[in-house]
């Protein structure tokens, strides 16, 4: 699918960023950048972690704000945008952790605080003009669910289509997408790329952020690679491939050696091994499979196939309901997730915001989370270690 269309490079930028500059204490975030933005053009921006996207959308967004340098909104030049400047000029984001209240349906977070009133001094939220202003944006975005359905009852894609809806809900001119695919299935990132072009074919324009690089490559009118904090080159849609990419963000090209190096690397005797395991989701399957140490092992499946419960057995979040693990060859009995922790297993769950974290602790204590005797003294966890094994691992 050809999601490109040269006529756009004809119309005049709405948005621009001209020699944009911000430093934070000992770090260069953003040196000199500058980029256009036209109407229904979708742009693949990409970069290493740390190369500077994280602080250019905050600018765009109005959060931070610039040290020098111009951002242009329809001819007017700015020194930096405010939040509701940025949402009066029609930039929306859709960020990779979703910000939707789970609790509530479709229609109530797409216009949560603006809500269309009745009852007059009862300021009572009007339900049937809500539904009726909710319906045209989710035929917009492809949505197979209605402005009823909870928020809870979706799947990440479609919870990305009530963001993106919420993004159109305020009329949005571009929008901001950040890592949107990192956890769909393949299918899923299909429509979600079909959404991204019904949205080009609107006339709406798109930032598509991502590390997945054929898919910007599949998308994307053009590519904005930043490096370092500076624009490392602009690739055309007609110059837009993998090896372009990576030269452009590592500043050289990957070498066939080095590929064939990492290949040649044989993985190591079998070190975690599944014997007919049958999980609660699928009691009547049995799963065999080996896990070799150095192996990077891929397990692949549609939703609903099986995969996150069969990793949840691996980190004795849920029990087998036949079967039996093996580690080094010997048998291994997981009662809890504390005790493959204690054998050196680890889960990154799929919802890392609800699962993976706790957010009112800092970074060093979730990084201490899965082992806090390692830094306790008579019970009491200690502030320092826990901060040093932070540092160590900022480092590594």
């Known amino acids: 699918m050809n999601y490109s ?9 709405f948005l621009g960023l001209e020699n944009v500059r911000k430093t934070y204490p000992g770090v260069v975030a953003l040196d000199g950048f500058s980029m256009e933005v036209r109407p229904g053009e979708v742009i693949g921006l990409v970069g290493e972690n740390g190369a500077g996207k994280s602080t250019l959308m905050k600018i765009l967004g109005g959060v931070t704000r610039p040290d020098s340098g111009a951002i242009t909104v329809d001819g007017v030049a700015h020194d930096g945008l405010t939040v509701e400047g940025s949402l009066g000029s029609g930039i929306a984001f859709v960020h990779q952790e979703l910000n939707l209240f789970e609790n509530l349906d479709v229609a109530a977070n797409i216009f949560f605080g603006r809500e269309p009133l009745r009852g007059g001094p009862l300021r009572l939220v009007d339900r049937a003009k809500l539904r009726e202003m909710v319906a045209p944006l989710l035929k917009r975005v492809g949505a ?8 809870a009852s979706l799947s990440l894609a479609q919870q990305q289509m009530v963001e993106i809806a919420k993004a159109l809900s305020i009329k949005a001119r571009l929008v901001i997408l950040d890592e949107p695919t990192s956890s769909l299935p393949l299918a899923e990132t299909d ?13 709406i324009s798109v930032i598509f952020i991502s590390h997945r690089l054929h898919e910007v490559e599949r998308v994307a009118d053009r590519v904005v690679v930043l490096r370092d904090g500076m624009l490392a080159g602009t690739l055309p849609k007609s110059a837009i491939n993998h090896d372009q990419m990576v030269k452009l963000m590592i500043g050289r090209m990957l070498k066939e050696r080095e590929k064939a190096s990492e290949a040649a690397r044989a993985p190591g005797a079998t070190a975690l091994s599944a014997k007919a395991i049958r999980t609660p989701a699928y009691p009547a399957r049995l799963v065999d499979l080996d896990i070799r140490r150095g192996e990077i092992l891929g397990l692949a499946g549609l939703v609903g196939s099986g995969r996150t419960e069969l990793a949840r057995v691996f980190f004795g979040i849920d029990s087998t309901l036949g079967g039996g693990l093996e ?28 699962t993976g974290i706790l957010l009112d602790l800092s970074i060093a204590q979730n990084i201490s ?4 005797p390692a830094h ?16 160590k691992q900022k480092t590594n």
């Open 376 to 391: 306790a003294k008579r019970r009491l966890v200690s502030a320092s270690s826990e901060a040093a094994t932070a540092e």
């Open 144 to 151: 197979n669910f209605s402005a009823d359905t909870p928020v």
């Open 5 to 13: 269309d040269p006529s756009i490079f004809a119309t005049t930028p």
């Open 369 to 372: 989370l899965p082992n806090l």
């Open 191 to 203: 429509k979600l790329l079909d959404v991204i072009k019904a949205l080009k074919a609107d006339g």
């Open 327 to 354: 580690l080094d060859g010997k048998p291994l009995v997981l009662g809890s997730a504390a005790d493959a922790v204690a054998h050196g297993i680890f889960l990154v769950p799929e919802d890392r915001k609800l």
